[in-house]
């Protein structure tokens, strides 16, 4: 069960950046790699990757 939704955590963004399109290519820029839903155990997320994917690292 995800208690926080995609569309909250897009809302955070500016208005004007679609954080979904190329943020896979900004997470790698970053260091950072896609997971699904969740990020492991004792890795932090920095950011998202899609609607249902976290930038993680």
Do not use: K, M, N, Y
């Not at 997470?27 to 969740?38: D, K, N, P, Y």
């Amino acid at each position: 069960v995800l208690s926080i939704s995609a569309e909250s955590l897009l809302s955070l963004c500016p208005a004007g950046l679609t954080p979904v399109r190329a943020s896979a290519e900004d997470c790698e820029r970053r260091r950072g790699f896609c997971s699904h839903r969740s990020c492991p155990p004792g890795i932090g997320r920095i950011g998202l990757c899609s609607e249902q994917e976290f930038c993680c690292r």
